[in-house]
């Protein structure tokens, strides 16, 4: 799954390099979780790509969803017309992933290899009845070596040269499966003080190792 990341890049430097004008409300954030509010890059007719605000999750009466599995959400009932009329993608430096370590879970740091910015496939609800901000969720598929050591499953990486072909419509599903094999990424362990999700500075992205995170926690 995916429930958490980043997406820490200043204002400027980040509309440069998607080139497109950011919302006022984007703020560089290090622990972005369920619930908050997030950059997403959308077209809304398929043609014309802006940048906006999204809140992350869809509720419903009975779950509040946060991904969808790229195997099932152009059949789910609940996903399939944001399947086909509502993509986007969810701009990232990288995302946070906890491995089962003993009686703890440890946090780790996972980022593709050369490359600052990484964007994750997602899909999103407009909000018709009370104009409020859309929402969205992330696309998941099962984690290739070495990020499944760590968790079975992580978010769809899309490369840029099939953003438009994402966002269009005119990506399949089978293609998409294709795209989000080939990454390369890096992990390495970091704080427990990501566990919160009120902690946000750069700290949480630093490599860290076991012992010195369980001695930190001493003091």
Same mark, same amino acid.
């Given at each position: 799954m995916c429930g958490r990341y980043t997406l820490h890049t200043p204002k400027k430097q980040l509309a440069k390099s998607i080139a497109l004008t950011l919302h006022d409300d984007y703020e560089p954030d290090y622990n972005i979780s369920p619930g908050k509010n997030a950059l997403s890059i959308a077209s809304n007719d398929r043609y014309f790509v802006a940048a906006s605000i999204m809140n992350w999750g869809l509720r419903t009466p009975q779950n509040f969803h946060i991904n969808a599995r790229i195997e099932s959400a152009n059949t789910n009932p609940r996903f399939r017309e944001s399947w086909l009329e509502h993509r986007c993608l969810l701009p990232a430096n990288g995302f946070y992933e906890w491995?089962?370590?003993? /009686?703890?879970?440890?946090?780790h740091y996972? =980022?593709?290899?050369?490359?600052?910015?990484?964007? =994750?496939?997602?899909?999103?609800?407009?909000?018709?009845? !009370?104009?409020?901000?859309?929402?969205?969720?992330?696309?998941?598929?099962?984690?290739?070596?070495?990020i499944s050591r760590i968790h079975k499953r992580f978010p769809v990486i899309i490369r840029v040269d099939a953003h438009s072909s994402w966002l269009s419509g005119e990506m399949n599903k089978s293609d998409l499966h294709a795209i989000s094999r080939d990454v390369n990424l890096s992990s390495h362990t970091v704080? !427990?003080? /990501?566990?919160? /999700?009120?902690?946000?500075?750069m700290s949480l992205i630093q490599a860290t190792s076991f012992t010195s995170d369980e001695q930190m926690m001493l003091f």
């Open positions: 491995c089962q370590d003993g /009686v703890s879970k440890k946090p996972i =980022y593709e290899q050369g490359k600052t910015i990484q964007f =994750y496939a997602g899909i999103y609800f407009p909000n018709k009845e !009370n104009n409020q901000i859309s929402s969205f969720v992330v696309l998941t598929t099962e984690a290739q070596a070495p704080s !427990n003080h /990501v566990n919160r /999700v009120q902690n946000n500075d």
